[in-house]
């Protein structure tokens, strides 16, 4: 409910008054719950950094396409698709203006999420199924790929005419991580 509270309003017009109100608590408790507007943004933060990478979990099994695939959620529908990259929007746009909001979402976000991945693509390379130099970069490049599917146009609005375009995209960079972009000559 709080995020799309911060979604409708937006950081800076967002009151604890009114995240309180709609939650039917009193501003005391969501005080004693969260001492800040920041720590409710960063505890929401930290739980939608679940809906953006699937991890830690064991993909052993499962081919290293499809694990990606898997680790980025990639195969959501398409309201689950939209509320993601609108909560992203809202982090990018307020970070502009908010500076902590970006130490925030980089300190509880991107980086948690760097490491996770990084901390996989270890795991893969001790398995024998990558093989890159450094797993903290590797897990940086992939990154900096995927996340070009949640780049802004000039408008502040996300770049994709729909889900299954962006799917594809980072279907692609998938690919491009895994397999190179020379022919197999």
Partial sequence: ?????????????????????????????????????AALLTAIIDQHRALMVRLPANYDDVPLDRALDLIFGNDIDDEADRERFAFLQLIFVEAVQHPELDQISVTHGRGV?????????????????????????????????VTGSVTRGLDGRLDWDGSDRRRAYVRECIRVFLNGTTSAR
């Fill in 1 to 37: 409910m709080a995020m799309q509270m911060f979604q409708e309003a937006g950081y800076a017009r967002l009151t604890t008054d009114a995240v309180a109100a709609r939650c039917r608590i009193s501003k005391r408790t969501l005080y004693q719950l969260f001492p800040s507007k």
């Fill in 113 to 145: 999420v760097l490491q996770l991945l990084g901390d996989w693509i270890a795991h893969e390379c001790r398995r024998g199924r990558l093989d890159v130099p450094d797993p903290t970069d590797a897990a940086r490049m992939l990154m900096d790929m």
